[in-house]
């Protein structure tokens, strides 16, 4: 159970947006309070998020108007994030083809160099080419590899968020805390 305990539901919005009541982005502390949350369990694990707020405030409207303002703020970071993958990875195709042509190019003058005499300038030239070439690649590599993973990681948490159970509840009196993840903003 992941639990936000607000003196007002505005305290989830960011005051900043104009936007409508349940278009409104979070808060960036509470969104990052979420999605730090999330990441500290496997994604496979079940969550819950429970808000708490005055019992004054509480009612199905505020309730469905949460649960959606919720998931369209994830939904929209889930998009920028896919958005972000599909980019990176265009990316790093056209790198790579950049790469290995550079790369082609490198070696083909390392093989019209060994045609003639052998010598510490010609050696130099090829040696300096051939590491040149190859570290050209070090970027797309890197992309393909290491990259992506990142990004996939924050998509999935975003993902889990839109999957998660919203409660609302009122505010728990100070005795009957549970022992999950509480935010209380500033």
Known sequence: MI???LKS???LFDSFDPA???EKELNLDAEEYLYNAVDEFPLRKPLEIMIYLPSSVVGAEI???LKEAIKNHFSYKKLLTEIELKRLLYQGRRNLVIALTFLFLCLLVIRLLSAFEESLVNTLFS???LIIGWVAMWEP???FL???WPIVHR???YEKILNMDVYIGKRSPAGERSQGYRFTPK
């Open 3 to 5: 639990e936000l305990e």
């Open 9 to 11: 539901f505005l305290q």
């Open 20 to 22: 409508p009541f349940h």
């Open 63 to 65: 309730e469905t108007d």
């Open 127 to 129: 040696e300096g080419l």
């Open 141 to 143: 590599v890197h992309t």
């Open 146 to 148: 290491y990259g992506w």
């Open 155 to 157: 998509r999935n948490i």
